[in-house]
């Protein structure tokens, strides 16, 4: 008598393969999400020290630019010293600061976009914002960036 065998092979070549194809596409479009989600650049900005910053809730970082600082005894010019408050509040009704269109100038305000960005003590008086983003105006700037402390 013969023996039938009961077993009944396997093949391996038969086993369930994933399908790479659906799982790459999956991959892409979570490495599409999570670059496009994350920032890499960090906000590098300084605020002069004497200088407390109005809160904001925006969300928008700030790129390099000039800094224009207005603190509570004085305007600076990427940290440098310009001109004190008290002769821009000397010039009256006059607008342009002489020495920031100066330093301006010298600076040459490069780019296609010239940006400047002001760095304003909350209790600074808007004439003074007003005269510097003129004299800015003046130099070239054409748009305006207003450093302020994100709240939270």
């Given at each position: 008598?013969?023996?039938?065998?009961n077993?009944?092979?396997?093949?391996?070549?038969?086993?369930?393969?994933?399908?790479?194809?659906?799982?790459?596409?999956?991959?892409?479009?979570?490495?599409?999400?999570?670059?496009?989600?994350?920032?890499?650049?960090?906000?590098?900005?300084?605020p002069?020290?004497s200088?407390?910053?109005?809160?904001?809730?925006?969300?928008?970082?700030?790129?390099?630019?000039?800094?224009?600082?207005?603190?509570?005894?004085?305007?600076?010019?990427?940290?440098?010293?310009?001109?004190?408050?008290?002769?821009?509040?000397?010039?009256?009704?006059?607008?342009?600061i002489?020495?920031?269109?100066?330093?301006?100038?010298?600076?040459?305000?490069?780019?296609?976009?010239?940006?400047?960005?002001?760095?304003?003590?909350?209790?600074?008086?808007?004439?003074?914002?007003?005269?510097?983003?003129?004299?800015?105006?003046?130099?070239?700037?054409?748009?305006?960036?207003?450093?302020?402390?994100?709240?939270?």
């Amino acid at each position: 008598m013969r023996r039938i065998s009961n077993t009944v092979s396997i093949n391996t070549t038969d086993a369930a393969k994933p399908q790479l194809t659906s799982l790459i596409d999956v991959l892409t479009v979570l490495l599409i999400f999570l670059i496009h989600s994350f920032s890499a650049e960090a906000s590098d900005v300084n605020p002069a020290k004497s200088v407390i910053l109005p809160e904001s809730s925006s969300k928008t970082i700030p790129s390099d630019m000039a800094s224009v600082a207005i603190t509570t005894s004085d305007i600076q010019l990427n940290g440098m010293h310009i001109v004190t408050l008290k002769s821009v509040n000397a010039l009256g009704p006059e607008l342009e600061i002489d020495m920031l269109y100066k330093e301006l100038a010298k600076i040459g305000m490069s780019g296609d976009k010239k940006e400047v960005m002001i760095q304003a003590d909350k209790k600074t008086e808007f004439a003074v914002v007003k005269k510097v983003m003129y004299t800015c105006s003046k130099a070239g700037a054409s748009e305006y960036t207003v450093l302020v402390i994100n709240a939270e």
